[in-house]
């Protein structure tokens, strides 16, 4: 397309478009898909999973498959370093508890996905649906999403 | 300040004006502080680090202080799971080693670390200056740092 160059009205200043530009940017088109665990799992098989995954954090999902924790490396590390035996320990004693959860929705912005993780300082946000009467996990969204959107933004910006 | 509304002659377009704003940002401005270990700490008294300070990434240093590694939350869940004891595992055992090791400098622009950060599959590179033969740590980027920079830039946006 032939670009816009020289006079041009838009009624807006170049900041208030690219504040425009970022609001528009939806989790639905970034987010990763979710990597899940069952309560029961021990230690032992969520470090597995997420090696095998390659992903630093796992969602945790109740007998109907719905959102009951969150499951993170630092939560893995720590139990390592105790005195139990990771195959005996089931993830649900040691993963951060519903509703203490911090989640999102494919329709939310992505910069609101950003201040969030930076907010509550963690790493990963499971994206949910309702079901029933809780929230099923169909997506991720961590700093790495967010690093991709930032590069997608400039690149874009740069053609 | 007076917004600029309206007709306004910029020889540039909204995009340019985006992408140079991204390019302008500079990795000096968005680093934070390193936290370096010993080659010579065991994997044990890294993981207390990493939990006392709170990072997923210390940055290994010699005995002239220069950088010699990189050490992950990964690397640490991968030695607690296997049959070696954390006491006596020396990190430089088990940590990325230099010149395998992906670095950064503080005037490099914040982007083209991001990009790294995506295109390595890594959590953090140390921001190093030159000293001697070898490279002294004076910070840290991760993707903290950027998920940070893109909500200062759309804040900054939106203002």
Same mark, same amino acid.
């Given at each position: ?14 900041? #208030?478009?690219?504040?425009? +530009? ?8 970034? +987010? ?14 969520? @470090? ?5 995954? !390659? ?17 993170? %490396?630092?939560?893995?590390? %720590? #139990?390592?370093?105790? $005195?139990?035996?990771?195959?005996? @320990? ?15 929705? $494919?329709? !939310?912005?992505?910069? !609101? ?5 930076? $907010? %509550?300082?963690? !790493?990963?946000?499971?994206? /949910?649906? &309702? ?5 099923? /996990?169909?997506?991720?969204? &961590?700093? #790495?999403?967010? #690093? ?6 400039? %690149?874009?910006?740069?053609?």
């Amino acid at each position: 397309a032939r670009p816009r160059v020289g006079y041009f009205y838009t009624g807006q200043t170049p900041f #208030t478009l690219l504040s425009e +530009q970022i609001q528009k940017m939806e989790v639905r088109n970034y +987010q990763s898909l979710p990597v899940v665990a069952k309560e029961s799992s021990s230690a032992y098989e969520a @470090v597995c999973t997420m090696f095998l995954e !390659d992903v630093g954090s796992l969602f945790v999902v109740n007998d109907q498959g719905l959102l009951s924790g969150v499951l993170s %490396r630092k939560d893995l590390l %720590r #139990t390592a370093i105790g $005195s139990q035996d990771m195959n005996h @320990v089931p993830i649900s004693v040691i993963m951060s508890r519903m509703p203490n959860i911090t989640f999102c929705r $494919s329709d !939310d912005a992505v910069i !609101d996905v950003a201040e969030l993780l930076i $907010s %509550r300082e963690i !790493d990963a946000l499971p994206v /949910v649906r &309702t079901k029933g009467d809780g929230l099923e /996990v169909i997506g991720r969204m &961590t700093k #790495t999403n967010i #690093t991709k959107a930032f590069v997608e933004l400039a %690149r874009g910006a740069a053609e």
